[in-house]
């Protein structure tokens, strides 16, 4: 389907939005968001209604949705059965963005090593230069990352010049999880769990009572509870635990760093602790992975 320029940018705008707010957006929303006046959204719309590429709703909550027919005329159908593939500006993920295909450009030139990134979301939140990270891919497990170095506002896609390629290997966590873990009791004072981090050269361990993981605490706990009371306990201040089975692949780990915005993960089978896992174990076991998923809270 041939759309003009406005009209692509119209509805690769309202698709952004509407995968980000999952309701019906208003006209002047989109004008604002591409910058166009709201005589011109208004007017397109009527095309791109009789189009059958988008819907009206009515009512004080009102607006406008795209139909399935929109995504296939942008070349996004497949986002509607796939998996998300997040990104990430500076370490931090760009929320309501995804990405819907990378096409390597210059393969034949390592040295300046290119890629057009096909995105739904805003595209204008990029600007030339920005550091990016991408990933993982579904299947292969892909991590990129790079430099802006272009942006197409009517194709919605980035320009990304690749500096780092990784894939995380299919392997158990129980590969790489460190066996030999120091736990902490719920009653023991703050200034033991510092002596036990100090004594053991760790930013972090679980608190187990009875065999049974209750918490986990880790260094800036240690820190903001010492401010507090040197006898406070460690059951006080001490933070829920995400744990993972020791046969889940090493992705999942990954993937629950990313989501708790946590550094370590407790490994467990059936119910028992059995190790832990660290972000900084990935890193070793890959060399360097090249993905921030955060601002270095805690390792």
């Known amino acids: ?14 698709i952004a939005l509407f995968q980000e707010k999952k309701e019906a957006i208003k006209g002047q929303n989109i004008a604002s968001s591409i910058k166009k006046q709201p005589g011109t959204i208004r ?30 005329a942008l070349d996004l159908a497949s ?7 997040d990104i990430f500006k500076k370490g931090k993920k760009v929320e309501g963005a995804t990405i819907i295909e990378i096409d390597l450009t210059t393969i034949p030139q390592p040295d300046v090593c290119k890629s057009e990134i096909k995105l739904i979301g805003d595209v ?4 030339q230069g920005d550091d990016i990270s991408i990933g993982p891919t579904p299947v292969n497990n892909l991590f990129f990352k790079g430099k802006i170095s272009g942006r197409d506002d009517v194709n919605n896609k980035l320009i990304m010049k690749i500096q780092e390629i990784h894939s995380i290997p299919n392997i158990p ?22 002596n036990s981090f100090v004594k053991h050269d760790i930013r972090g361990a ?39 089975d020791f046969d889940e692949p090493l992705i999942s780990a990954v993937k629950k760093f990313r989501k708790h915005q946590v550094n370590r993960v407790a490994v467990v089978k059936d119910d028992e602790l059995v190790g832990i896992i660290t972000y900084t174990d990935v890193l070793r076991r890959l060399t360097a992975i090249g993905i921030d998923y955060y601002q270095d809270k805690d390792i």
Not at 216 to 243: H, N, P, Q
Request: charged letters at 30%; hydrophobic letters at 40%.
């Open 1 to 14: 389907m041939d759309l003009s320029s406005v009209q692509q940018e119209i509805l690769n705008a309202l």
């Open 43 to 72: 007017n397109q719309m009527q095309w791109l209604k009789a189009l059958n590429l988008i819907e009206s709703v009515q009512g004080p909550k009102g607006g406008y949705k795209p139909t399935s027919k929109a995504y296939s």
């Open 79 to 85: 986002y509607q059965e796939g998996e998300t593939v």
């Open 124 to 127: 204008r939140k990029f600007e």
């Open 173 to 194: 966590v129980e590969d790489i999880a460190s066996k030999d873990v120091v736990t902490i009791s719920p009653n023991d004072s703050v200034m033991e769990v510092v």
């Open 206 to 244: 679980p608190v187990v009572d009875e065999e049974e993981i209750i918490g986990m605490i880790i260094y800036s706990d240690v820190g903001e509870a010492l401010i507090e009371d040197e006898e406070t306990k460690a059951k006080d201040f001490m933070r829920d635990t995400i744990t993972i």
